[in-house]
């Protein structure tokens, strides 16, 4: 999947609750570039049970966010 290179944010948490914050700021982060440009949609990864990325891609269709596991 292609990803924009200028919005990626890479979470790596210890704990649920810092997990779920980060994850929620990466995401309305997301969220408010994705309106500003209207191109792209948003691209939840994750990547192990404690690391995630959040970036703008150009593969999800605008208005939607995608979660994939790697």
């Known amino acids: 999947m292609r990803t924009a290179p200028d919005l990626t944010v890479a979470i790596t948490a210890t704990d649920r609750a810092s997990l779920d914050r980060q994850l929620d700021e990466a995401v309305d982060a997301a969220i408010t570039r994705a309106i500003r440009e209207g191109r792209q949609g948003i691209l939840v990864t994750r990547h192990a049970h404690d690391s995630f990325t959040v970036a703008l891609s ?13």
């Open 58 to 70: 150009d593969d999800v269709p605008f208005g939607q966010t995608l979660e994939h596991q790697d």
